[in-house]
T-cell receptor, first 113, second 109 residues
């Protein structure tokens, strides 16, 4: 297993376009997290899945944001009608069913121009 | 108020110096992570602690659960240690990570 994989690594998009990011967690990790990190700040929680169920969503996740984990394996994060303020690093992490261990992906850096 | 506070925000050190980064938290936790983030974004977990002290090479991490405080020490610092170091705690519900804003370390040759 090569760890948590995120694609793409970089995305540049025009304001108003939709973008979708993918996260492949470590196999058999049933917990998956999405975070957003802006320059100079620590990661901020966006949402959390346990298997395919989305159990928590941050108020940062406006109605333009949607996340799915349809089969409890990979997850996608979609941003509709992107705004310049959406420019950030989007990080994914996965954890096994029990315990506080976590593994992070390399992140997807989004630039909205 | 952030659940996790780190200090200092920025740190510049000469190669060979002993470095300490501090983390205080206000929530109940099951564990604390020290994370390293190099330019380009990838995050690596250096340590996961729930008590006591851990050592890996030149890195030492300690945690005091009663005082809700952890420190990361780097002995004999090297320019390749230059990175952002982030403290993250795992809530004792197990579902939430809280992150500090990070300490940007620059080690000058």
């Amino acid at each position: 297993d090569t760890g948590v994989s995120q694609n793409p690594r970089h995305k540049i998009t025009k304001r108003g376009q939709n973008v979708t990011f993918r996260c492949d967690p470590i196999s058999e990790h049933n917990r998956l997290y999405w975070y957003r990190q802006t320059l100079g700040q620590g990661p901020e929680f966006l949402t959390y899945f346990q298997n395919e169920a989305q159990l928590e969503k941050s108020r940062l996740l406006s109605d333009r944001f949607s996340a799915e984990r349809p089969k409890g394996s990979f997850s996608t994060l979609e941003i509709q009608r992107t705004e310049q303020g959406d420019s950030a690093m989007y990080l994914c992490a996965s954890s096994p069913a029990e315990g506080p261990e976590a593994f992070f992906g390399q992140g997807t850096r989004l630039t909205v121009v | 108020k952030n659940e996790v506070e780190q200090s200092p925000q920025n740190l510049t050190a000469q190669e060979g110096e002993f470095i300490t980064i501090n983390c205080s938290y206000s929530v109940g936790i099951s564990a604390l992570h020290w994370l390293q983030q190099h330019p380009g974004g990838g995050i690596v977990s250096l340590f996961m602690l729930s008590s006591g002290k851990k050592k890996h090479g030149r890195l030492i991490a300690t945690i005091n659960i009663q005082e809700k405080h952890s420190s990361l020490h780097i002995t004999a610092s090297h320019p390749r240690d230059s990175a952002v170091y982030i403290c993250a705690v795992v809530s004792n519900t197990g579902n939430q990570f809280y992150f500090g804003t990070g300490t940007s370390l620059t080690v000058i040759p």
